[in-house]
């Protein structure tokens, strides 16, 4: 499952007629339209578009003058930048000491930052810009990240800007499973170094089946089986020490205090023998947790024993 992002920097802020504002209204509807229907995850930054000028008239105006915008473009636009739209697979925040650079011009709270966000986090994250947009008619577009004015990260942002191009490559990624019988066949073909116990997959399919929530596990279970999979010591700190390490890292072992408050439903049954399962993965934006057999280490099975809210 893919993540496209779309380039708010390509929006003009002041158009000169309603003909041309439909146009990009039409572009953007079809480019959310081809995402979400092939089953990918489509984010767009609300306030951009409140800050646009139609003529002589803002935004939200320009949308409700009737005589230029037919009332079936006005719902579609106007659903898509509904707020419930809007989640990204994990919902933290770019963190406040990241700085975004385009060549020398620092960037501001954009998709084209929250893409490279993205990026950088290890997804699979890609940004579309508006066809009409010449500044960005680029299929690469590099962005460097600081961090507390030091410079962390070189990354390049694959960039789609035009319709045509943008269908092709949806059309060649792999969709993404539809419903948790889907999941379970993905998870088997894609990560063997997974197996998630029937107890979890139980927990699980009590949970509605969500795009970004699915995006999410996926993700963390790509990490652990890259972990698992490591060819060489080298590789696995490289992606241990990336996602188990520090403030922000997916994955953690329980406090000393909640292993002993919670031991007994930290304990689960996996072939046949009750395993403390206090290490684990998170999920901000549902309170979800993955829990599973042991800290990973290389060419080590794991077992997925509980995927599901917090323990409490």
């Not at 309603?18 to 092939?38: A, D, P, Q, W």
């Not at 500044?135 to 990240?145: D, K, L, Y």
């Not at 063997?192 to 596990?217: G, H, P, Q």
Request: proline content about 3%; some cysteine.
């Amino acid at each position: 499952m893919a993540i496209f992002m779309f380039n708010d920097l390509s929006l003009d802020p002041f158009y000169n007629d309603f003909s041309t504002f439909k146009k990009v209204l039409g572009e953007i509807v079809h480019f959310y339209n081809i995402g979400t229907k092939n089953g990918h995850i489509i984010y767009l930054h609300r306030d951009s578009f409140f800050n646009i000028r139609v003529s002589d008239v803002m935004f939200r105006q320009a949308m409700n003058d009737s005589k230029n915008i037919d009332r079936q473009q006005k719902m579609q636009m106007l659903g898509i930048l509904d707020k419930s739209k809007h989640i990204l697979p994990d919902d933290s925040a770019i963190p406040c000491d990241f700085v975004f650079f385009h060549g020398e011009n620092k960037l501001p709270n954009t998709g084209l930052s929250e893409c490279a966000f993205r990026k950088f986090m290890g997804e699979d994250a890609s940004l579309y810009s508006l066809s009409i947009s010449l500044n960005f008619h680029h299929a690469v577009i590099p962005i460097n990240i600081q961090q507390n004015d030091i410079f962390i990260s070189n990354e390049f942002i694959k960039n789609y800007f035009s319709l045509e191009t943008y269908l092709q490559k949806v059309q060649s990624l792999l969709k993404p499973p539809g419903t948790w019988d889907d999941f379970f066949n993905f998870i088997t073909d894609n990560f063997i170094w997974l197996e998630i116990t029937d107890d979890a997959k139980k927990t699980l399919r009590r949970v509605s089946f969500k795009k970004n929530l699915i995006e999410s596990i996926i993700q963390r279970f790509d990490v652990l089986n890259k972990m698992a999979g490591s060819e060489s010591e080298a590789a696995f700190l490289e992606v241990y020490e990336k996602y188990c390490q520090g403030d922000r890292a997916w994955f953690s072992d329980e406090s000393e205090t909640r292993k002993n408050k919670l031991k007994e439903k930290l304990t689960f049954l996996i072939n046949g023998k009750n395993i403390l399962c206090s290490y684990h993965g998170k999920i901000s934006h549902d309170n979800f947790r993955i829990h599973i057999s042991s800290t990973p280490k290389r060419h080590e099975k794991i077992y997925v024993a509980y995927i599901g809210s917090k323990i409490l």
